[in-house]
T-cell receptor, first 113, second 116 residues
């Protein structure tokens, strides 16, 4: 089955700096890669996603890049703000089995004011 | 966006009792729903795939007789934790895609289960 690795597990940045979180996946059939932000005790919130026919996608301060050959994708947050502090999860899906997601281990991002 | 609800949001039960958690899709029909368990400071681990009108598909290592799943309608899936023990204490979250063509998952708000 699919295996998703996520790094780093914790990331501390100064407000205004950029943050990058990286994920690798094992199943070459995966074609959908969402990123979720989860605050303590809350549900995961989709912040951006990318499909395998696209190499990069941007939404304001957030961008995701995908390298299908290397089987890795990354989340980039620019101009970080304290409210960006949360746990971020990457995930991958082949679109099979009801679009089941396999999650990475998570990254705890701390943005220091 | 689509809305998924869960009930209850928090539950405390005694060891040996059973607890039922409901997951509802409020404005769309879901033939498939997913149940996850999340321990503190850990990722979401898929427990099972709930299929409307048929048996659930359990992930390896998840006891199907302990975690009973019923997907009786296109908007409701239930997870029953039977004979709960303190090690079952966790955050349980469900999710559902809006359609077979949509990859996007919508998550419920989660249920915090504490077994004393």
């Amino acid at each position: 089955g699919e295996n998703v690795e996520q790094h780093p597990s914790t990331l501390s940045v100064q407000e205004g700096d950029s943050a990058v979180i990286k994920c690798t996946y094992s199943d070459s059939a995966s074609n959908y890669f969402p990123w979720y932000k989860q605050e303590l005790g809350k549900r995961p919130q989709l912040i951006i996603d990318i499909r395998s026919n696209v190499g990069e996608k941007k939404d304001q301060r957030i961008a995701v890049t995908l390298n299908k050959t290397a089987k890795h994708f990354s989340l980039h947050i620019t101009e970080t703000q304290p409210e960006d502090s949360a746990v971020y999860f990457c995930a991958a899906s082949t679109g099979n089995a009801g679009n089941m997601l396999t999650f990475g281990g998570g990254t705890r991002l701390m943005v220091k004011p | 966006g689509a809305v998924v609800s869960q009930h209850p949001s928090r539950v405390i039960c005694k060891s040996g009792t059973s607890v039922k958690i409901e997951c509802r899709s409020l404005d769309f029909q879901a033939t498939t729903m997913f149940w996850y368990r999340q321990f503190p400071k850990q990722s979401l681990m898929l427990m099972a795939t709930s299929n409307e009108g048929s048996k659930a598909t359990y992930e390896q290592g998840v006891e199907k007789d302990k975690f009973l799943i019923n997907h009786a309608s296109l908007t409701l899936s239930t997870l029953t934790v039977t004979s709960a023990h303190p090690e079952d204490s966790s955050f349980y979250i469900c999710s559902a895609p809006t359609s077979g063509l949509s990859y996007e998952q919508y998550f419920g708000p989660g249920t915090r289960l504490t077994v004393t």
